[in-house]
């Protein structure tokens, strides 16, 4: 008799996207002719850089021909180029990684989810509160949740992430073994300094800890003084790895192309340097079969000096969304964080109303769909999330419709 993973039934609840894009399902069939504006889930909207277009191009052609078709790659770690482009780029930054620290993959959110089934099922987990609702969902499933109360996993230690300590946790009070840490951090905006990295660094080498740090929106830093990846902070390639993205940098959502570093350094409890690394490849090797080499060729577009600019053109473009949000919000007094070095506008729902009311508030009164804080965890109730990806006609004009209709 087939039975099923039972720790799905221990999910708190539907997919938090999947479940905001029901909601305005359902708004739109009771309201027809309605135009919702979507500043949601964080999707890119914007074309692709040429450059990287025309590389992509170059990447199909090659499969029309005999002479130069490709199928399955040796290893489903990446093409060489593209990984010795990623740790070029960390190398400039003077982070100490190797090309063959860098596994390429289809994205972050499947690396993040998968990164957990390398590490033992007794590890104790701890995440920022809000954070990326994968990190939660996928030890969950692996069964490190614990009983769900409603509100929170016995299981896993929540980091509060709140206003008054900046959207940035202190250090774990009891001893954990897997830290997950998001900066710039989705869903608040805020970003780490290479101070705070450096105490949680510290914590994780004293502890045998190990960091996943997600990095996936580090190409939205403008602020030369913070840290675009934690290998900034010394000693950290033994006791953290990092996943990053092609998704919010060069628009790659729907491409899909990510990467994770792991250090050949990194160690753990039971692990001596070398056999994290070790585990990662062998566990990519076994259930993934590299990207596809288009997005592959795009991801090397991605990095050349041309690209690179063509990118961050766009990132400029997003981050002008973000100062029309936060300055507009501002000017009718709602509280808000986040939206300088980071795509994402964390604001104080008016009255620190409940997450989901002001969800179906701002819906009802000024037509624009956002992401409701609690649905990141505990620490976000009272919260709410504006996205900055979009054309900005519509991002005006949602700004315009909620301080024009929003009753507060
Ligand atoms: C978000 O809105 O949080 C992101 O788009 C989700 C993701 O990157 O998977």
Redesign the pocket.
Same mark, same amino acid.
């Given at each position: 008799m087939a039975t099923i993973n039972g720790n799905y039934n221990n999910l708190a609840a539907g997919y938090?996207?999947p479940e905001i894009a029901k909601r305005a399902k359902a708004f739109l069939e009771k309201n027809p002719g309605i135009q919702i504006m979507r500043l949601?889930?964080?999707?890119t909207t914007h074309p692709l850089p040429k450059e990287l277009i025309a590389r992509m191009k170059e990447g199909v052609e090659k499969l029309a021909h005999k002479e130069t078709y490709t199928g399955y790659a040796d290893n489903s770690f990446g093409m060489a180029r593209l990984r010795k482009a990623i740790a070029d780029r960390y190398r400039g930054w003077g982070c100490p990684i190797h090309d063959t620290d860098i596994f390429v993959s289809d994205?972050? !959110?499947p690396d993040s989810a998968n990164i957990q089934s390398i590490f033992g099922l007794n590890n104790v987990v701890a995440v920022q509160d809000p954070a990326?609702p994968?990190y939660v969902d996928s030890n969950v499933i692996a069964g490190r949740g614990g009983t769900w109360d409603g509100i929170r996993y016995a299981g896993l230690v929540y980091m509060p992430c709140t206003e008054e300590n900046g959207f940035f946790p202190a250090l774990p009070d009891k001893k954990v073994d897997l830290i997950y840490i998001c900066s710039p951090n989705?869903?608040t905006g805020a970003v780490a300094t290479k101070e705070q990295l450096k105490a949680f660094v510290d914590y994780a080498i004293a502890n045998k800890a190990v960091i996943i740090f997600d990095a996936?929106y580090a190409a939205y830093i403008s602020d030369p003084s913070l840290p675009k990846s934690i290998f900034q902070i010394k000693g950290a390639t033994s006791c953290a790895l990092e996943i990053n993205?092609f998704? !919010?940098e060069a628009g790659f959502?729907g491409v899909r192309l990510g990467w994770t570093v792991v250090p050949q350094e990194l160690a753990a409890e039971d692990a001596v340097p070398g056999k994290i690394q070790t585990l990662w490849m062998r566990r990519q090797n076994t259930m993934f079969n590299g990207a596809s080499n288009i997005a592959q060729e795009g991801g090397i577009a991605a990095l050349s000096p041309e690209g690179s600019k063509g990118c961050k053109a766009v990132i400029d473009y997003y981050m002008n969304n973000a100062r029309i949000i936060k300055q507009g919000l501002e000017k009718i007094g709602i509280k808000v964080f986040g939206g300088i070095n980071a795509p994402?506008i964390w604001l104080q729902t008016p009255g620190k109303m409940d997450s989901w009311q002001f969800f179906d508030k701002l819906l009802t009164e000024t037509h624009v769909v956002g992401?409701p804080g609690v649905g990141f965890g505990p620490n976000g109730q009272g919260y709410f999330?504006l996205?900055a990806?979009g054309h900005t006609e519509n991002v005006q004009k949602a700004v315009e419709s909620v301080q024009k209709n929003l009753k507060i």
């Open positions: 938090l996207f949601g889930i964080g999707d994205g972050a !959110k990326y994968v989705n869903p996936a993205s998704s !919010k959502t994402y992401t999330r996205s990806f």
